[in-house]
T-cell receptor, first 118, second 111 residues
Framework: GAVVSQHPSRVICKSGTSVKIECRSL??????MFWYRQFPKQSLMLMAT?????????EQGVEKDKFLINHASLTLSTLTVTSAHPEDSSFYIC??????????????FGPGTRLTVL | RKEVEQDPGPFNVPEGATVAFNCTYS??????FFWYRQDCRKEPKLLMS???SGNEDGRFTAQLNRASQYISLLIRDSKLSDSATYLC????????????FGAGTTVTVRA
């Protein structure tokens, strides 16, 4: 099956630092990747849609200058949390939609990155 | 009002029992419907799509009621490995592949 990796899986940082999270599709190409955030006992919330070669589209309420997204190739999207604060502590998950999809139009999720900002 | 609402549970059931739960969605024009499974601190994984006519995959049965805007999942002959949080997922009519997730229903199957 299609595999998506995320790196790092866990990061602990001090308030004010920037953190970069990578999302890679390992065995397929994805023109579109999605970034989600999940707080404890809450649903995954879509933050932004990342399109290869163009600017990301952010959901309402998500600051684009705070969460920088770069989709540099068909297999890599990065999310940078700039000047992270404790309220940014969350589980960040990416998903990738293959260019060639089956009948379910399935997206494949990365294993997530747990960010803790002290 | 949230786009997708679920009873958080938890549903605690013995092995072999049947457990069922629903999810409601607010946008009547929603296009596609799914159940995902999420284990603790892991990514969600697709369990099954939900079709208008209802569909079954082994011990799992999903139903869609468009008139009342709800989706259901039924698990028969529960196994210990079915313990997880089940996420109801809906796509809007915008055809942009965005997924709207419910907060999940937690099921715990005990021996």
């Amino acid at each position: 099956g299609a595999v998506v990796s995320q790196h790092p899986s866990r990061v602990i940082c001090k308030s004010g630092t920037s953190v970069k999270i990578e999302c890679r599709s390992l065995d397929f190409q994805a023109t579109t990747m999605f970034w989600y955030r999940q707080f404890p006992k809450q649903s995954l919330m879509l933050m932004a849609t990342s399109n290869e070669g163009s600017k990301a589209t952010y959901e309402q309420g998500v600051e684009k200058d705070k969460f920088l997204i770069n989709h540099a190739s068909l297999t890599l999207s990065t999310l940078t949390v700039t000047s992270a604060h404790p309220e940014d502590s969350s589980f960040y998950i990416c998903s990738a939609k293959p260019i060639l999809t089956g009948p379910l139009d399935e997206q494949f999720f990365g294993p997530g990155t747990r960010l803790t900002v002290l | 009002r949230k786009e997708v609402e679920q009873d958080p549970g938890p549903f605690n059931v013995p092995e072999g029992a049947t457990v069922a739960f629903n999810c409601t969605y607010s946008n009547s024009a929603s296009q596609s419907f799914f159940w995902y499974r999420q284990d603790c601190r892991k990514e969600p994984k697709l369990l099954m799509s939900v079709y208008s006519s209802g569909n079954e995959d082994g011990r799992f049965t999903a139903q869609l009621n468009r008139a009342s805007q709800y989706i259901s999942l039924l698990i028969r002959d529960s196994k210990l490995s079915d313990s997880a949080t089940y996420l109801c997922v809906v796509t809007p009519p915008t055809n942009d592949y965005k997924l709207s997730f419910g907060a999940g229903t937690t099921v715990t199957v005990r021996a």
